[in-house]
C-alpha cells in the first residue's frame, strides 16, 4: 500500500469510529422540547421518562421519591411524617402509588384516586424550598400545573407560586416545579387539563382536571 493510499485508509478509519461514538453519544442525550408557560412568562423543558435526574442535592435536603411504594397502593396521609411531610387530596378520594413506574423518572410515582384530586402538601416544621416532578402519560390531554406555597396550615396567606406547562400529545413525561420562601407550611398541586377533540366546536372539548402524577418531592427544612 502506497503511502497516500494508507493515508486515506487512516482517514476513513478515523471519520467511522468518529461517526460511531456520536452516534452512541447521540443515543444516550436525553430527548427535551422546550414549551412555554401559558402566561409566556418562562421556558420549561419536557423531560421524558427514564431521563429524568433528581432534584440538586443540598445537605439538608430531603427528597421523598415514593419508590418505597407497591402499584396502586394507598397512602397514608402520615406516611412520611418522619421525614417532616404529610400528603393529602382535597378531594372524598385518596393518594395511592401509580399502576406503572412511570412518567417522571421511570420509578413509582403517585396520583389520586379518583385521577381527579389535587395533591396538598403539609409541612408540619416548616420549610424554605420545595421542588417537584408532575407529569401525565402522554400523548394525552394537556395539562397546566400550578404549584401553590402557603405559610400557614389554612393556605390563606400565598408566599409563591409555580407554573408549569404539558401540551396535549406531547409523550409522557413530566415538568419539575419549585418553590422558595422563608417559611412554607403547605403546597398545593393543581392542574387544569383539557383534551381538544375538535377545534372547530366548543362541544369537541373535553375537561380532565387533576389528572397528573407527582414524583420526586425534594424540601428543605426551615432552619
Same mark, same amino acid.
Given at each position: 500500500m502506497t503511502p497516500l493510499l494508507r493515508m486515506a485508509a487512516l482517514v476513513v478509519a478515523a471519520l467511522t469510529v468518529s461517526a460511531s461514538a456520536f452516534a452512541q453519544s447521540s443515543l444516550t442525550l436525553p430527548s427535551t422540547a422546550g414549551v412555554v408557560n401559558p402566561d409566556g412568562s418562562e421556558t420549561i423543558g419536557? &423531560?421524558? +421518562?427514564? /431521563?429524568l435526574s433528581l432534584p440538586a442535592e443540598c445537605q439538608a435536603c430531603i427528597t421523598v421519591d415514593f419508590n418505597d411504594l407497591g402499584p396502586e397502593q394507598v397512602v397514608? #396521609?402520615?406516611?412520611?411524617i418522619r421525614l417532616? &411531610?404529610?400528603i393529602e387530596t382535597s378531594t372524598s378520594g385518596v393518594v395511592e402509588g401509580s399502576s406503572n413506574?412511570?412518567?417522571?423518572?421511570g420509578t413509582r410515582s403517585i396520583k389520586t384516586e379518583p385521577f381527579i384530586g389535587p395533591f396538598l402538601l403539609r409541612f408540619p416544621h416548616g420549610v424554605t424550598s420545595v421542588s417537584l416532578d408532575a407529569g401525565d402519560i402522554g400523548p394525552s390531554d394537556s395539562d397546566a400545573i400550578t404549584v401553590k406555597a402557603f405559610s400557614d396550615d389554612a393556605l390563606a396567606t400565598l408566599v409563591a407560586f409555580d407554573i408549569g406547562f404539558l401540551p396535549q400529545g406531547?409523550?409522557?413525561g413530566c415538568v419539575r416545579l419549585s418553590v422558595q420562601a422563608p &417559611?412554607?407550611?403547605a403546597v398545593e398541586i393543581t !392542574?387544569?387539563?383539557?383534551?381538544? &377533540? !375538535?377545534? /372547530? !366546536?366548543? !362541544?369537541g372539548v373535553s375537561s380532565y382536571p387533576n389528572s397528573? #402524577? +407527582?414524583d420526586n418531592v425534594t424540601f428543605e427544612p426551615a432552619p
Amino acid at each position: 500500500m502506497t503511502p497516500l493510499l494508507r493515508m486515506a485508509a487512516l482517514v476513513v478509519a478515523a471519520l467511522t469510529v468518529s461517526a460511531s461514538a456520536f452516534a452512541q453519544s447521540s443515543l444516550t442525550l436525553p430527548s427535551t422540547a422546550g414549551v412555554v408557560n401559558p402566561d409566556g412568562s418562562e421556558t420549561i423543558g419536557i &423531560l421524558p +421518562m427514564g /431521563n429524568l435526574s433528581l432534584p440538586a442535592e443540598c445537605q439538608a435536603c430531603i427528597t421523598v421519591d415514593f419508590n418505597d411504594l407497591g402499584p396502586e397502593q394507598v397512602v397514608a #396521609f402520615d406516611r412520611y411524617i418522619r421525614l417532616g &411531610l404529610t400528603i393529602e387530596t382535597s378531594t372524598s378520594g385518596v393518594v395511592e402509588g401509580s399502576s406503572n413506574d412511570v412518567p417522571c423518572d421511570g420509578t413509582r410515582s403517585i396520583k389520586t384516586e379518583p385521577f381527579i384530586g389535587p395533591f396538598l402538601l403539609r409541612f408540619p416544621h416548616g420549610v424554605t424550598s420545595v421542588s417537584l416532578d408532575a407529569g401525565d402519560i402522554g400523548p394525552s390531554d394537556s395539562d397546566a400545573i400550578t404549584v401553590k406555597a402557603f405559610s400557614d396550615d389554612a393556605l390563606a396567606t400565598l408566599v409563591a407560586f409555580d407554573i408549569g406547562f404539558l401540551p396535549q400529545g406531547a409523550p409522557t413525561g413530566c415538568v419539575r416545579l419549585s418553590v422558595q420562601a422563608p &417559611l412554607i407550611k403547605a403546597v398545593e398541586i393543581t !392542574s387544569d387539563s383539557v383534551y381538544v &377533540l !375538535s377545534s /372547530n !366546536s366548543a !362541544s369537541g372539548v373535553s375537561s380532565y382536571p387533576n389528572s397528573i #402524577f +407527582m414524583d420526586n418531592v425534594t424540601f428543605e427544612p426551615a432552619p
